[in-house]
Nanobody
Framework: QVQLVESGGGLVQAGGSLRLSCAAS????????MGWFRQAPGKEREFVAG????????YYTDSVKGRFTVSRDNAKNTGFLQMNSLKPEDTALYYC???????????????????WGQGTQVTVSS
């Protein structure tokens, strides 16, 4: 139904910025919430940010509030995660995911997401 491909990861210095993209295939992309998760070695997968299908609602985990911005361009079937003021603790493999849900809903747990990208590595050096 939906295939997701992340891009934009890389190595950046602390305080720098990075923009992740998640390109989706499928004819009903606008019906899906898009979430971003990350997982660092030895740690649990963590919800980072999400945006509702219509783009009207967003949600961020406390550690990234004020630094990260999630957005989407439904016309281009693409979601974005703008990451500013990056910290070494942000280092992780970042995944985008899609969840079929209500227009204003922003699922926050992995189990609510059906489709997942392969991940893109973000490394922040101090």
């Amino acid at each position: 139904q939906v295939q997701l491909v992340e891009s934009g990861g890389g190595l950046v210095q602390a305080g720098g910025s990075l923009r992740l993209s998640c390109a989706a295939s499928g004819r009903t992309f606008s019906s899906y919430a898009m979430g971003w998760f990350r997982q660092a070695p030895g740690k649990e997968r963590e919800f980072v940010a999400g945006i509702s299908p219509g783009g009207s609602s967003t949600y961020y985990t406390d550690s990234v509030k004020g630094r990260f911005t999630v957005s989407r361009d439904n016309a281009k079937n693409t979601g974005f995660l703008q990451m500013n003021s990056l910290k070494p603790e942000d280092t992780a493999l970042y995944y985008c995911a899609a969840a079929l849900t209500a227009s204003r809903a922003v699922p926050r747990t992995g189990r609510e997401y059906t489709y997942w990208g392969q991940g893109t590595q973000v490394t922040v050096s101090s």
